[in-house]
């Protein structure tokens, strides 16, 4: 590390091997803006809180953002809603971020984006909004806390061909009174893990119409836990 070049960075790998990478580290929105639109840096490092107001921040190249837990702040008032928006073909990994300025993800024109350990509490300032907003594109769930604070919101709004894999997740704090889904024809949505609470009056997602081959769900306290059969 003390030996690295400007713009690199070292990722731990397994058994105690480390790896050399294309990386910035940024501080501030206007540090995250412009790292998202450089493609000579593949891993974005977050070093502090980002507060990027109520703008609608697009990744437009291939990027491994590391959160480490950090708050970013985004969206919410913006026309679209979404905090981070992944466009025209962008592969995208995003880890341990925190998104609680209001917006949610919003995926589109074949990009694919896979969400690790993210906590993204929805509180949209208007109604019809989405957590997740995936058009001709592919998004991947593995882990996090997703919460919808408003009513009139999706947790998913699929179009044109989009394809959706939840694989883990808490689906937590419902008050939506819009479906949970909302899916045109042709679209996949394909649930293999997770839980979704299932105690909220009026509004519960249950994620059974949605299930992969070979799972089903078991009741876990208020929740819904997705299982392996």
């Not at 208007?126 to 919460?147: D, M, P, Q």
């Not at 979704?196 to 081959?213: C, G, I, R, S």
């Amino acid at each position: 590390t003390n030996f690295l070049a400007k713009g690199y960075g070292v990722i731990e790998k397994e058994n105690n091997w480390f790896e050399v990478v294309t990386m910035i580290d940024v501080k501030n929105g206007e540090e995250f803006k412009a790292a998202a639109k450089e493609s000579k840096y593949v891993y974005i490092n977050i070093v502090a809180d980002i507060d990027c107001g109520t703008e609608y921040v697009v990744v437009s190249t291939d990027k491994i953002i590391l959160g480490n837990g950090y708050k970013f702040i985004a969206g919410g008032k913006t026309t679209k809603n979404y905090a981070l928006g992944f466009q025209d073909g962008v592969k995208a990994v995003v880890n341990d971020l925190v998104l609680n300025g209001g917006g949610g993800i919003y995926v589109s024109g074949g990009s694919n984006v896979e969400v690790n350990n993210v906590t993204l509490k929805a509180n949209y300032s208007t109604s019809s909004r989405h957590l997740f907003y995936v058009n001709n594109a592919t998004l991947t769930v593995n882990s996090g806390i997703f919460e919808v604070l408003r009513t009139s919101s999706h947790y998913f709004t699929l179009q044109n061909n989009a394809k959706v894999f939840v694989k883990g997740g808490t689906f937590a704090d419902m008050m939506s009174d819009y479906a949970p889904v909302n899916a045109d024809a042709g679209t996949t949505l394909e649930i293999s893990g997770g839980k979704f609470q299932v105690n909220v009056p009026n509004y519960k997602f249950d994620p059974t119409p949605y299930l992969a081959a070979g799972y089903t769900t078991q009741p876990v306290g208020d929740y819904l836990e997705v299982i392996a059969e």
